[in-house]
């Protein structure tokens, strides 16, 4: 990227375009869509306090949790803006038990999972929050989409991202050619390049895990964590941090170097992120910066799929980091 240029999103994308033989434009519209819906919840948000919009819906989504109003109204977003483009056949969404088929879409080619607005514990609270969706195309043009289409393992991504709202809103995204971000200029409302090419530090001295489930961790977990609290090897301080919203713990450790752990707990023993909508994408992400990503015993991204909602236990961020608590696993 040239000095001083602005490079918006838009003109990045069909750059982009020109560089793979699989993205016929089609691509390029998914991301256009999920850009103008990063958008209008981007908006929602900012304006959320105001327009009593906050609070919790009344409903519970699959995962047993409140449903706040910002979470049905980014999943409709989201689902509204990419069925009407008819490139994606089929949306699974943190929000929906079910697989949502895009109608008129039998023949589109790509397969989209997305948590539509992650973290919505800290809506309320003004913490940062965000939105992740991953990328497949469909495994065969030539039969209908079946459940082995959307329960591909994290390596069949074609693309994943996120968008962060926090002090500013900014769409972190790859391909599987690095890692770029971009912020939003208000002014213009225009996503423009801010992070290109971003690279994950190979150490760091932040680590990222909810100390009150310590007791239930298992034993690999609390030697790390101890570890970390006795200065590690003494050669540095490391400093706790926990925003409890994915995204925004995910981007600080992304930029800065980090580790950010979800072991198994008693209440949620399989960890408690979701593997196809959160934990595939990240590790993408964290992979094409080189960081790497793992469930405690091997790479996320190699975990074959076998429930739409399922959990993962999560290690995540710079590879020194993650290859120590390895060791201590
Ligand atoms: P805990 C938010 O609900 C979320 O899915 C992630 O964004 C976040 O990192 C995690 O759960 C926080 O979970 O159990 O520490 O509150």
């Not at 038990?97 to 589109?108: K, P, Q, S, T």
């Not at 968008?163 to 939003?184: D, E, H, N, P, Q």
Request: charged share 20%; proline share 4%.
């Amino acid at each position: 990227m040239k000095k001083n240029s602005i490079t918006t999103l838009n003109q990045f994308i069909s750059d982009q375009q020109s560089h793979f033989p699989f993205v016929q434009g089609s691509l390029s519209r998914i991301f256009r869509d999920l850009q103008l819906g990063a958008k209008m919840i981007n908006r929602d948000v900012r304006q959320a306090g105001l327009i009593d919009i906050l609070g919790d819906f009344g409903n519970t989504n699959v995962q047993g949790e409140e449903q706040k109003k910002l979470d049905v109204i980014s999943n409709e977003v989201f689902i509204k803006l990419l069925e009407m483009s008819g490139d994606c056949v089929c949306i699974l969404s943190e929000e929906s038990e079910d697989i949502h088929w895009c109608e008129g879409a039998d023949n589109a080619k790509y397969i989209l999972a997305m948590d539509p607005l992650d973290g919505s514990s800290n809506i309320d609270v003004n913490a940062p929050i965000g939105s992740i969706f991953s990328i497949y195309k469909r495994l065969s043009m030539d039969k209908p989409v079946t459940m082995e289409d959307v329960l591909q393992t994290g390596n069949q991504q074609v693309a994943a991202g996120y968008v962060i709202y926090g002090a500013a809103t900014m769409f972190v995204y790859t391909t599987g050619s690095g890692v770029f971000g971009f912020t939003l200029d208000d002014s213009i409302q225009e996503f423009c390049m801010s992070h290109p090419n971003i690279k994950i530090p190979q150490n760091g001295n932040i680590f990222s895990v909810n100390e009150g489930n310590y007791t239930e961790f298992p034993i690999g977990y609390k030697s790390y964590i101890d570890w970390c609290k006795t200065s590690g090897d003494n050669k540095k301080i490391y400093s706790a941090r926990y925003i409890g919203s994915l995204i925004a713990d995910f981007h600080r450790n992304l930029l800065k170097g980090g580790i950010y752990l979800y072991p198994p707990t008693n209440k949620a023993p399989n960890g408690k992120l979701r593997l196809l909508y959160e934990c595939n994408p990240m590790a993408f992400l964290i992979e094409q910066a080189g960081g790497k990503a793992t469930n405690g015993n091997i790479r996320i991204m190699d975990i074959q799929p076998t429930e739409l909602h399922q959990r993962t236990p999560l290690i995540i961020g710079s590879e020194n980091m993650v290859s120590l608590m390895h060791e201590m696993l």
